[in-house]
T-cell receptor, first 116, second 114 residues
Framework: GAGVSQSPSNKVTEKGKDVELRCDPI?????LYWYRQSLGQGLEFLIY????????KSGLPSDRFSAERTGGSVSTLTIQRTQQEDSAVYLC??????????????FGEGSRLTVL | SQKIEQNSEALNIQEGKTATLTCNYTNYSPAYLQWYRQDPGRGPVFLLLIRENEKEKRKERLKVTFDTTLKQSLFHITASQPADSATYLC?????????????FGAGTRLAVHP
């Protein structure tokens, strides 16, 4: 596709359930990022991939959060045993080259997660 | 620790005027800085990147300055239009660990009135 694609666009789940969020970056982009944005707040960095490796996972809030990237393309963010404080919009972005230093981040429209 | 500060209050201006948004940062000297626009319910969209050795950058009606002494970037929109109404985010690499990732400010909401 022409842009970064994320799915699902909306997810409502019950507390304690696991969720998977998917990101399909722009073809050829080697850098991939996950951010989350709570209502009315700024973007919070979660994890950065370069190819299939994640040199920076420093933003993952707990061990309930994990992410992987396969084939240098699609990435999945998994949240286990969801809590209400996990409710947010999860944004994925991709970039050429090494990432933000070389140019812009292209963001998807986000996956809105609501934990009841 | 590093801080990125953007005015949390909305900026209301009249159509045709110049909007000026401020991004202040503390405790370090980033090598570059980026500005993004975010509309409600959408992902951020890149506007401009400026590096530490550049004082000013322009793109159409947009102008960004980067004052490494004041530790401040100013973002200007000239001849503003109602369609410019959005939240504007500044973003910088972190002080340590991660030259290729961005830390975002909370953003400033701009409302341009006809």
């Amino acid at each position: 596709g022409a842009g970064v694609s994320q799915s699902p666009s909306n997810k409502v789940t019950e507390k304690g359930k696991d969720v998977e969020l998917r990101c399909d970056p722009i073809s050829g982009h080697t850098a991939l990022y996950w951010y989350r944005q709570s209502l009315g707040q700024g973007l919070e960095f979660l994890i950065y991939f370069q190819g299939n490796s994640a040199p920076d996972k420093s933003g993952l809030p707990s061990d309930r959060f994990s992410a992987e990237r396969t084939g240098g393309s699609v990435s999945t963010l998994t949240i286990q045993r969801t809590q209400q404080e996990d409710s947010a919009v999860y944004l994925c972005a991709s970039s050429q080259g090494q990432g933000a230093n070389t140019g812009e981040l292209f963001f998807g429209e986000g996956s809105r997660l609501t934990v009841l | 620790s590093q801080k990125i500060e953007q005015n949390s209050e909305a900026l209301n201006i009249q159509e045709g005027k110049t909007a000026t948004l401020t991004c202040n940062y503390t405790n370090y000297s980033p090598a570059y800085l980026q500005w993004y626009r975010q509309d409600p319910g959408r992902g951020p969209v890149f506007l401009l990147l400026i590096r530490e050795n550049e004082k000013e950058k322009r793109k159409e009606r947009l102008k960004v300055t980067f004052d490494t002494t004041l530790k401040q970037s100013l973002f200007h929109i000239t001849a503003s239009q109602p369609a410019d109404s959005a939240t504007y985010l500044c973003a910088l690499p972190p002080r340590t660990g991660g030259y290729n990732k961005l830390i975002f400010g909370a953003g400033t909401r701009l409302a341009v009135h006809p």
